[in-house]
């Protein structure tokens, strides 16, 4: 099957920020942990309310930061081999802006 690779500026019509590369089957598989990590949500939330082993309940909470984190390099692999890549290439002004998101990104989502 091959994968299709969808383009898009910088900026949309209401002003947020864009991908400038998105793989389509990568998207697919994002959204469709997101769904998964939004019913195990929903799931903690019924834990609680039942009074469920408090052990337990923080089992299934490591499972979804374990499942948020791969959704999570997912999405910096597919920024590195898009976004940055094409700022990096554009020259040194977007390349120097680029280098700083990404550091910034690395500290910040290292905690």
């Known amino acids: 099957?091959?994968?299709?690779?969808?383009?898009?500026?910088?900026?949309?019509?209401?002003?947020?920020?864009?991908?400038?590369?998105?793989?389509?089957?990568?998207?697919?598989?994002?959204?469709?942990?997101?769904?998964?990590?939004?019913?195990?949500?929903?799931?903690?939330?019924?834990?609680?309310?039942e009074d469920r082993y408090c052990a337990d309940i923080m089992t299934q909470i490591a499972s979804v930061h374990e499942a948020l984190r791969a959704v999570g390099r997912e999405l910096m692999r597919n920024h590195l081999k898009h976004c940055a890549t094409s700022a990096i290439r554009s020259g040194a002004g977007d390349a120097d802006a680029m280098y700083d998101?990404?550091?910034?990104?690395?500290?910040?989502?290292?905690?």
């Open 101 to 111: 998101e990404l550091v910034d990104m690395m500290y910040k989502h290292s905690r």
């Open 1 to 49: 099957m091959a994968t299709k690779t969808t383009r898009s500026s910088k900026h949309d019509s209401a002003g947020g920020r864009k991908a400038v590369g998105v793989d389509a089957d990568r998207k697919d598989r994002n959204l469709r942990r997101l769904r998964r990590i939004e019913g195990q949500v929903r799931g903690l939330q019924k834990m609680v309310e």
